[in-house]
C-alpha cells in the first residue's frame, strides 16, 4: 500500500474539478453528467469497462457497475449551501457553516452572482441570513460556497471537501476494481431520499448485501488528521457489529493506517441503508476534515491516500 500523498499530488486537478462543480442537494445533475463524461474519457485505461446505470428511474443517481459485484461502495454528489428566498433573505441548504462575509456564487436568469454572505441577530438572539449583492436574486436560486483550492504542504483545504473527496475515492478505486458497484446517490446533506431506491436496485436486481460509505468525517478529540482513515463504529446509527469487525480485522491485515470512530451524532447514505427494509450492511470509511461546512474545510493528503487504499484492498477481500 502507498499510504503516502503522492497518488493525490498527481489528482489534485481532478479534486479541484470536483469541487468547482455546482451540485447543491436537489440539483446534482451536474456532478452525474460529471461523473458519466469522466468514465466514457477513462475507462479505457481501466481494468474493466463498468455498466453506467442510470434513467428517470434513478433520478439524478448513476450507478457504475463492475464485473459480478458484491458490494457497493455509496457516495453522496450533493454539498450545503443557500436557497434564495425573498428580500435578500437566504434559507440552508443542509447545515452550512455561516459566517459574515464568505463568499458565494451561483447563477439565475439574469446572469451570474457573486456575492457575500451577511448574518443579523434579531431581538430574540436568532441568527438570520442574507445577501450582499448589487440586484436582487430570483427567488429558488442556489448558491454555493466559492471555491478557494489550496494544496499546502501535507494539507488540501477548499469548500466541498465533503463530499468530493468520497467521488474522488470511487473514480481511484474504478481504476482497478473488477467486481463491485459504485453508488452515486443525492440529497444526502439535506434529508436524503434517494438511497432507499438504490439499495432495492442492487439488493434485488444484483444480490448485493453489504455496502461501504465513502464520505468524510470529522476531526474530533479522538480522530486525528495524518493517523489515517477513520473507520466508524457508530455515529446517530449504529451498523451491525459482525460487519464492522470483519472490516477492521482487514484493515489489520491490508497494513493500511487507520483509526476507529465512535460519535453519538451526525449520519450519512447509511443511515438511509439501515432504514430500508434490505437486510444491506453498511460501513462508514472517510478521511476526517476540519472547519466541517465551511469555505475552508481542511484535510490530511495521507489520509485521503489511505481511504483510497483501504477501498480498494477490501473491495477485493470482503
Same mark, same amino acid.
Not at 105 to 121: A, M, P, Q, R
Given at each position: 500500500?502507498?499510504?503516502?500523498?503522492?497518488?493525490?499530488?498527481?489528482?489534485?486537478?481532478?479534486?479541484?474539478?470536483?469541487?468547482?462543480?455546482?451540485a447543491?442537494?436537489?440539483?446534482?445533475?451536474?456532478?452525474?453528467?460529471f461523473?458519466?463524461?469522466?468514465?466514457?474519457?477513462?475507462?479505457?485505461d481501466?481494468?474493466?469497462?463498468?455498466e453506467?446505470?442510470?434513467g428517470?428511474e434513478?433520478?439524478?443517481c448513476?450507478?457504475?457497475?463492475?464485473?459480478?459485484?458484491?458490494?457497493?461502495?455509496?457516495?453522496?454528489?450533493?454539498?450545503?449551501?443557500?436557497?434564495?428566498?425573498?428580500?435578500?433573505?437566504?434559507?440552508?441548504?443542509g447545515?452550512?457553516?455561516a459566517?459574515?462575509?464568505?463568499?458565494?456564487t451561483?447563477?439565475?436568469?439574469?446572469?451570474?452572482?457573486?456575492?457575500?454572505?451577511?448574518?443579523?441577530e434579531?431581538e430574540?438572539?436568532?441568527?438570520? =441570513?442574507?445577501?450582499?449583492? #448589487?440586484?436582487?436574486? @430570483?427567488?429558488g436560486? !442556489?448558491?454555493?460556497?466559492? %471555491?478557494?483550492f $489550496?494544496?499546502?504542504?501535507?494539507?488540501?483545504?477548499?469548500?466541498?471537501?465533503d463530499?468530493?473527496?468520497?467521488?474522488?475515492?470511487?473514480l481511484?478505486i474504478?481504476?482497478?476494481?473488477?467486481?463491485?458497484?459504485?453508488?452515486?446517490?443525492?440529497?444526502e446533506?439535506?434529508?436524503?431520499?434517494s438511497?432507499?431506491?438504490?439499495?432495492?436496485?442492487?439488493?434485488?436486481?444484483?444480490?448485493?448485501?453489504?455496502?461501504?460509505?465513502?464520505?468524510?468525517?470529522?476531526?474530533?478529540?479522538g480522530?486525528?488528521?495524518g493517523?489515517?482513515?477513520?473507520?466508524?463504529?457508530?455515529?446517530?446509527?449504529?451498523?451491525?457489529?459482525?460487519?464492522?469487525?470483519?472490516i477492521?480485522? =482487514?484493515?489489520?491485515?491490508? #497494513?493500511?493506517?487507520? @483509526?476507529?470512530?465512535? !460519535?453519538?451524532?451526525?449520519g %450519512?447514505?447509511? $443511515?438511509?441503508?439501515?432504514?430500508?427494509?434490505?437486510?444491506?450492511?453498511?460501513?462508514?470509511?472517510?478521511?476526517?476534515?476540519?472547519?466541517?461546512?465551511?469555505?475552508?474545510?481542511?484535510?490530511?493528503?495521507?489520509?485521503?491516500?489511505?481511504?483510497?487504499?483501504?477501498?480498494?484492498?477490501?473491495?477485493?477481500?470482503?
Amino acid at each position: 500500500m502507498t499510504n503516502h500523498t503522492d497518488m493525490i499530488e498527481k489528482d489534485l486537478n481532478l479534486i479541484q474539478d470536483l469541487v468547482n462543480v455546482f451540485a447543491p442537494s436537489g440539483r446534482e445533475s451536474a456532478m452525474k453528467e460529471f461523473i458519466i463524461d469522466f468514465v466514457h474519457t477513462h475507462q479505457r485505461d481501466w481494468k474493466v469497462k463498468p455498466e453506467i446505470i442510470e434513467g428517470s428511474e434513478f433520478q439524478d443517481c448513476v450507478m457504475l457497475k463492475f464485473g459480478q459485484p458484491r458490494t457497493a461502495v455509496f457516495a453522496h454528489m450533493d454539498s450545503i449551501g443557500f436557497t434564495v428566498r425573498y428580500e435578500n433573505q437566504l434559507v440552508p441548504i443542509g447545515s452550512p457553516d455561516a459566517e459574515d462575509g464568505y463568499e458565494l456564487t451561483g447563477s439565475d436568469n439574469l446572469g451570474l452572482i457573486d456575492c457575500k454572505l451577511v448574518t443579523k441577530e434579531d431581538e430574540m438572539g436568532r441568527n438570520h =441570513l442574507f445577501y450582499d449583492f #448589487g440586484r436582487g436574486i @430570483q427567488s429558488g436560486t !442556489e448558491l454555493v460556497f466559492k %471555491s478557494n483550492f $489550496r494544496s499546502e504542504g501535507d494539507y488540501i483545504q477548499s469548500c466541498y471537501m465533503d463530499n468530493r473527496l468520497g467521488i474522488f475515492n470511487c473514480l481511484k478505486i474504478a481504476e482497478d476494481l473488477e467486481n463491485g458497484i459504485l453508488v452515486f446517490s443525492t440529497g444526502e446533506e439535506h434529508g436524503g431520499g434517494s438511497v432507499p431506491f438504490l439499495t432495492k436496485y442492487i439488493y434485488e436486481k444484483l444480490g448485493v448485501k453489504q455496502a461501504l460509505i465513502s464520505d468524510i468525517t470529522w476531526v474530533t478529540e479522538g480522530v486525528k488528521h495524518g493517523e489515517g482513515v477513520a473507520i466508524s463504529m457508530r455515529d446517530m446509527s449504529i451498523p451491525r457489529r459482525s460487519y464492522v469487525d470483519k472490516i477492521i480485522e =482487514l484493515t489489520k491485515e491490508s #497494513g493500511v493506517s487507520y @483509526q476507529i470512530e465512535v !460519535e453519538r451524532a451526525g449520519g %450519512s447514505d447509511g $443511515r438511509e441503508i439501515q432504514s430500508s427494509p434490505y437486510p444491506v450492511d453498511w460501513c462508514f470509511i472517510g478521511a476526517p476534515e476540519d472547519n466541517v461546512h465551511s469555505p475552508n474545510e481542511k484535510v490530511h493528503k495521507a489520509d485521503i491516500a489511505a481511504m483510497v487504499d483501504l477501498y480498494k484492498y477490501l473491495l477485493k477481500n470482503l
